[in-house]
């Protein structure tokens, strides 16, 4: 927490939120005001496992807009490239934003995006099985993680697997619904909010940052996680300074999103006994410090 709160009041002192403090100027977080479950690590719950699924979202095909890799895709390669202990594993969806984004749709894309929720079930599916083969005992739990529309299929991964539980490739379920618990971490999640979706009950931790400098109105962060903290200390969702893609990553000028990213690297590393991530250079270059302005992205 502590490491989380130095983090977000230097990313409001790079955007001159905090430079004069004011009335206006947005607290940072509280210390005790929010805290993580341990869901993996522990030496003395050794048979935990977590599996992380990763939605990404790019807009890489745009004619004008973000070119670098996105904070999600960035992780990934973290989680891929490094070797990571035997008690987690990853998942990865990506979608092309430019082009299968819920705006060129009539169904807002909730078919492509009914197809990215069961490619990632498919993912957790056979790791959770190869889990309980290795360990019958084997307690897995779920991280979700994605950003702007796979912010939002995320959400909905989160409420698809409460509903159907953990399940072998071959249907022999390994966790009754709503018995596995879960912790979702959303950048700017952006789209259609499907009015039937619902926090599962086995949603025990989650974590939001929200782009305060979106001008796009159909690119507004959505309040998944509501706004602040809620009473019981289990979620945290944040307003941060930046264009969507300045939270989201994807940008060469990145001072933003860095920082951005290392606010969400502490909360996943706060969920293991032993953190696993590291975290970008967070440059002092004013250069790289700027609010991008979204709406000239696609032109």
Wanted: charged share 20%; proline share 8%; net charge negative.
């Amino acid at each position: 927490m502590q490491r989380m709160r130095a983090g977000l009041v230097a990313l409001m002192a790079i955007a001159g939120w905090i430079s004069a403090p004011s009335q206006a100027d947005p607290a940072p977080p509280r210390e005790g005001a929010f805290t993580e479950p341990v869901l993996v690590g522990s030496p003395r719950a050794a048979s935990r496992r977590l599996f992380i699924a990763l939605f990404d979202c790019s807009w890489k095909n745009a004619r004008n807009g973000p070119s670098e890799p996105t904070t999600v895709e960035w992780i990934h390669q973290q989680l891929t490239q490094d070797a990571l202990p035997a008690s987690i594993a990853t998942g990865y969806v990506s979608t092309d934003c430019a082009r299968h984004n819920w705006l060129t749709h009539r169904d807002h894309g909730e078919a492509f995006a009914a197809n990215q929720l069961s490619a990632m079930y498919k993912l957790l599916a056979k790791q959770s099985e190869a889990w309980r083969r290795e360990d019958p005992r084997a307690e897995i739990s779920l991280l979700t993680v994605g950003s702007s529309w796979g912010a939002l299929q995320g959400a909905e991964f989160s409420m698809m697997v409460a509903e159907a539980g953990l399940r072998s490739p071959t249907g022999e379920i390994l966790a009754a619904p709503r018995k596995t618990a879960q912790a979702l971490a959303l950048l700017a999640p952006t789209g259609y909010l499907p009015p039937e979706l619902r926090l599962p009950s086995s949603l025990i931790s989650g974590f939001q940052l929200n782009a305060l400098d979106e001008e796009r109105p159909d690119f507004q962060s959505l309040p998944i996680l509501g706004k602040g903290f809620s009473s019981d200390g289990r979620f945290a969702s944040l307003d941060v300074p930046g264009s969507l893609s300045d939270v989201c990553g994807g940008y060469r000028l990145n001072g933003l999103s860095a920082r951005a990213a290392n606010l969400l690297v502490d909360y996943i590393n706060g969920l293991s006994a032993v953190p696993f991530l590291h975290k970008q250079p967070e440059p002092d270059d004013p250069r790289m410090n700027v609010v991008h302005r979204s709406q000239e992205e696609g032109r």
